[in-house]
């Protein structure tokens, strides 16, 4: 891996990855959407390119990238609209997410990039064991998972026809300085910071939290050291009750806050250890997590309270 085009480049993991590409001396070229993005500025890199192109206009997207003049080798594919919000339930997003990604291994194809990088979610192992149960009741937006899981299937069937090599990820929940996205841990801290009443389910269910840097390093070596055809769950490796997590994010904030468990209704899926086992991860990547919540948390609150006005 030495020429690697990223999409989602404007996103929060696009942009983490594309500064540890940098400093492991990569040739980047950062696929954005947005005209006032940061990567279409002049830049000090002489390794970092960077084009305007949304991935669905294939024609103009093979044009520009065949314009660098550079062989390019792998394609980390992090673009996917819809992943938070009503849009996750939309159908129509979720089909033109999956119908983008395969018209973009088509073109990979074309330009003899050899390597696909997929992303997807936890919530794919989730809309396994529980949207084809028979008896379930699917929420909506099991629409983001169930276009997520087909994906994965459908751009490995479509690599390996087009003699690509398919390595994926399973993304757990990522967090960290930088994440502007509603996830937990930006809703329950952000919650406790503005003194709202922490309503929460019981909290029972099996959680894995990744930060940041260590999650762009899996990421990292997955393009690196990743088998071809084989999938990578990417976490931290020590699932715990979501309510300890949720603890330890009162406690940084303030231990005097109370928590209300099981005020919020839960009606989804419990993973197990074995579900959340980054073995696989550490033995063919070499993939070691540095950073353990209570220290990621740390970091992430101390730049909500700065996002916020907490420390000013």
């Known amino acids: 891996m030495n020429n690697v085009i990223v999409t989602g480049a404007d996103g929060f993991l696009g942009k983490y990855l594309i500064e540890k590409l940098l400093q492991e001396g990569k040739n980047i070229l950062a696929i954005v959407r947005r005209k006032d993005s940061i990567f279409l500025e002049k830049n000090e890199y002489s390794k970092l390119f960077a084009i305007k192109c949304d991935i669905s206009n294939s024609i103009e997207l093979g044009k520009k990238i065949k314009e660098t003049g550079i062989e390019w080798d792998t394609l980390y594919h992090l673009a996917w609209e819809g992943t938070s919000g009503d849009r996750r339930k939309d159908v ?10 395969i018209m973009l291994i088509a073109l990979m194809s074309e330009l003899k990039i050899q390597n696909f990088i997929g992303s997807g979610s936890l919530a794919e192992i989730e809309c396994k064991k529980y949207v084809l149960e028979d008896g379930s009741t699917p929420n909506p937006v099991a629409m983001y998972a169930a276009a997520k899981l087909a994906l994965h299937m459908m751009s490995k069937i479509e690599c390996n026809r087009l003699g690509i090599n398919h390595i994926w990820g399973i993304f757990s929940n990522i967090y960290g300085v930088g994440d502007t996205t509603n996830n937990f841990v930006n809703f329950a801290a952000t919650l406790m910071l503005s003194g709202k009443r922490a309503s929460f389910t019981t909290g029972e269910q099996l959680y894995d939290f990744i930060y940041i ?93 700065n996002e916020t006005g907490e420390l000013k």
């Open 92 to 101: 129509s997003c979720q089909e033109k997410n999956i119908e983008n990604t």
């Open 213 to 305: 840097d260590d999650f762009i390093n899996a990421l990292y070596l997955m393009g690196e050291r990743g088998k071809n055809n084989h999938c990578y769950f990417l976490g931290n490796g020590s699932s715990r009750k979501l309510k300890e997590y949720i603890y330890c994010i009162r406690d940084e904030i303030d231990p005097r806050i109370p928590l209300y468990f099981g005020e919020v209704p839960y009606n989804g899926i419990s993973l197990t250890e074995e579900e959340l086992d980054i073995s696989k991860a550490e033995k063919d990547l070499g993939f070691q997590p540095k950073v353990a919540f209570e220290e990621g948390i740390r970091r992430t609150i101390m730049w909500l309270k």
